[in-house]
């Protein structure tokens, strides 16, 4: 048995740090459920072991149904990088506490907006 086993994340995290925490998730026995954004992730093409991170995860399709249902069901919301426009129906990411009392909200941000870094 996993210490987290059980335990549902919706991986919607664009980026080197939502990809390294969804893998660990998934390693410790998480059940990790990704929504890649519609234009793609930038971390792709500059880490060679993107694929790698990105393994364990079940890749949903994008259908509203499925998304909602994920979201609904999830422990977990993993956000992260850049916010993507292509939420296939969730709300805006500053909504998700909101909209999804239950869950965790991760929001990995790589600059905090404090820093001054952010852009």
Known sequence: MKVLEGLRVLDL?????AA??????????????????????FSAELYPAHDVWRSGAR???GDWFETQAAAD?????LMGGESFPNLKGLPPPAG????????????????????????
């Open 59 to 61: 890749i949903l399709s």
């Open 96 to 119: 998700f506490l909101e909209a999804y009392p239950r869950a965790i909200v991760l929001d990995l941000d790589a600059y905090p907006p404090a820093t001054g870094l952010s852009d």
């Open 73 to 77: 069901a999830a422990d977990v919301i």
């Open 13 to 17: 995290g664009v980026g080197m740090a």
């Open 20 to 41: 390294l925490i969804a893998r660990f998730l998934a390693d410790m026995g998480a059940v990790v459920e990704r929504l890649p954004p519609g234009e793609g992730d």
